[in-house]
Nanobody, 116 residues
Framework: QVQLVESGGGLVQPGGSLRLSCTVS????????MGWFRQAPGKQRELFAT???????GYADSVKGRFTISRDNTKNTVYLRMNSLTPEDTAVYYC??????????WGQGTQVTVSS
């Protein structure tokens, strides 16, 4: 059973930065691509950043150039560095394996609120 624990969210002013972490257990983290997802109030959960097991990254246009996904396979952890945050980035952020077969299991997420 995959377990995902996200952390690092909080309240930040527009233009600010945050770094999220997600620790994964219960599976062979090193072989899977990972993704960061977010769900804003009243909206569907969206996948916006992915990273392969060899650290090749991809981003949605909405975050490209502002967010950076990375991973440490020795720590079973995936990170998300978020810069130039805007109120539109307010959401609950989740990580998961970037494969739909695993999307029945989610962590608790971490709330990111961008507000002045």
């Amino acid at each position: 059973q995959v377990q995902l624990v996200e952390s690092g969210g909080g309240l930040v002013q527009p233009g600010g930065s945050l770094r999220l972490s997600c620790t994964v257990s219960g599976t062979d983290f090193n072989i899977f691509p990972m993704g960061w997802f977010r769900q804003a109030p009243g909206k569907q959960r969206e996948l916006f950043a992915t990273i392969t097991n060899t650290s090749s990254a991809g981003y949605a246009d909405s975050v490209k150039g502002r967010f950076t996904i990375s991973r440490d396979n020795t720590k079973n952890t995936v990170y998300l560095r978020m810069n130039s945050l805007t109120p539109e980035d307010t959401a609950v952020y989740y990580c998961n394996i970037a494969n739909i077969r695993f999307w029945n299991t989610w962590g608790q997420g971490t709330q990111v609120t961008v507000s002045s």
